[in-house]
Antibody, heavy 120, light 106 residues
């Protein structure tokens, strides 16, 4: 059974870079049948898509975050990563990694989420 | 950007009730509309994709309909485990979610 697990610092200082990794177990991240996405959710608020990477490394980003985001794939470690630059308190949220299928492009599998707080 | 608007933002219902949640897109998205259920402290769970296809393992009391700009999620007979927040999401261009509909116990 495929599982996703986020990892990374839970506290980041303002103006620094938020870095998270999503490790895929039980399946290969190189499968051409999926995209791999990051989604976030501030406390008590809705879901915001950040961006995605394909199994071949092609990326797509939310227009509102594009200038600060990098998503990358490491097939040797079977994980993908998120970097968000120049963070502020507004970037405090639970960050989820998720798998997006090619048929209809829903997010059919999610990690449990990890809380990242931006504070000095 | 495609904006997704759900209504209502919250509703109160009783076990056994029929519940309907609507989602409107700011432009036509064909059938590229997905629905999720989220319970407190948990990740969202996919219920329906391509507007009306039930995800494997999801009870048949959940159904979806619509195309273009107007979509509906229906729960035919609300069960205790269905009290949660529901989100629609478009996958036509980039990805955006509705603001959510919280289904509470009456």
């Amino acid at each position: 059974q495929v599982r996703l697990q986020e990892s990374g610092p839970g506290l980041v200082k303002p103006s620094q870079t938020l870095s998270l990794t999503c490790t895929v177990s039980g399946g290969s991240i190189s499968s051409g049948s999926y995209y791999w996405s990051w989604i976030r959710q501030p406390a008590g608020k809705g879901l915001e898509w950040i961006g995605r990477v394909s199994s071949s490394g092609i990326t797509n980003y939310s227009p509102s975050l594009r200038s600060r985001v990098t998503i990358s794939l490491d097939t040797s470690k079977n994980h993908f990563s998120l970097q968000l630059n120049s963070v502020t308190a507004a970037d405090t949220a639970v960050y989820y990694c998720a798998r997006e299928t090619l048929v209809g492009a829903p997010f059919d599998l999610w990690g449990q989420g990890t809380l990242v707080t931006v504070s000095s | 950007d495609i904006q997704m608007t759900q209504s209502p933002s919250s509703l109160s219902a009783s076990v056994g009730d029929r519940v309907t949640i609507t989602c409107r897109a700011s432009q036509s998205i064909g059938s590229y509309l997905n629905w999720y259920q989220q319970k407190p402290g948990e990740a969202p769970k996919l219920l329906i994709y391509i507007a009306s296809t039930l995800q494997s393992g999801v009870p048949s009391r959940f159904s979806g309909s619509g195309s273009g700009t107007d979509f509906t999620l229906t729960i035919s007979s609300l069960q205790p485990e269905d009290f949660a927040t529901y989100y629609c999401q478009q996958s036509y261009n980039a990805r955006t979610f509705g603001q959510g509909t919280k289904v509470e116990i009456k």
